[in-house]
């Protein structure tokens, strides 16, 4: 058994055998009832027979030819991965992994970046993990673009540029897979990102509005009430309140905004 940690997206596994990130995906992504060992892991413990990675686990998977005991054979992949202190809980690091597998594959088949994109935006949708959300965003972008000749999702990506633009962005990904619009969105001020959060839920929405609208109401009540009779407290507090509610509502103009765009 080997005694330190394999990093996934650098040990030689991946380099020798990168369809290793592609198993450790499914492996965390169908839940354990529907997980079935499949000749193409027997493939893979095949492969992996012949590099300097071999154990008597991977010799005795490479050789099994009865898919019927899945227990067993579930058993045995986790083995393997124990004795490659590959960390199945390191969700994060195996979704890039299996990100940077997908690009590198498809540039190696020579795939259309469309279909890359796709496979890339499918990701999004089956884990909902941030890194992945670009890709959702510049799928959506590229796709108005083929049907409309220009979209609003994505600044700088046009009708012309879009093979070369989503090349390069794969390229990039690939040094440092992270998602440009989440750094973006976590930068921003707390009240954003909830504003944004609510505000992107139509009911939600409607419901915020009306709240901001009863709160206006009754803040200005309590200012009739309390400061009736001194004209520099009510002046005073009216500024205030007008400077706050003129930032709230730019607020919501900026996030309405972009909510027509998504």
């Known amino acids: 058994m ?3 940690k394999i990093n996934l997206c650098t040990n030689e596994i991946l380099t020798k055998i990168p369809s290793t990130a592609k198993l450790v995906f499914y492996k965390i992504a169908i839940e354990d009832a529907n997980f079935e060992i499949t000749p193409e892991w027997i493939e893979w413990a095949a492969e992996l027979a012949q590099t300097q990675y ?16 899945q227990i067993y054979l579930r058993g045995l992949t986790n083995v393997i991965f124990d004795e490659f202190n590959i960390d199945l809980n390191d969700i994060p690091t195996i979704c890039k992994c299996y990100g940077i597998y997908l690009i590198r594959q498809g540039f190696a088949e020579n795939k259309d970046v469309y279909e890359i994109l796709t496979q890339l935006a499918n990701l999004f949708i089956v884990t909902n993990y941030y890194v ?38 794969l390229e990039q990904w690939i040094k440092n897979p992270s998602s440009q619009l989440y750094n973006k969105w976590n930068k921003k001020s707390k009240f954003r990102k909830t504003a944004e959060i609510y505000l992107f839920n139509q009911y939600t929405y409607w419901l915020y509005i009306i709240l901001i609208f009863a709160l206006v109401l009754i803040f ?29 509502i730019f607020e919501i103009v900026k996030v309405i905004n972009k909510r027509k765009n998504q």
């Open 132 to 169: 992945f959300y670009d890709f959702y965003t510049l799928h959506l972008a590229y796709t108005e673009l083929k049907k409309e000749g220009e979209q609003n999702y994505w600044d700088g990506l046009d009708f012309k540029n879009k093979e070369e633009y989503i090349r390069k962005y």
């Open 54 to 69: 071999k154990t008597p686990h991977i010799i005795e998977l490479s050789h099994k030819t009865d898919m019927d005991d």
């Open 220 to 248: 200005y009540w309590g200012i009739y009430k309390l400061s009736s009779n001194n004209i520099m407290t009510t002046i005073t507090i009216l500024a205030f309140t007008t400077s706050a509610i003129i930032k709230i």
């Open 2 to 4: 080997m005694e330190n």
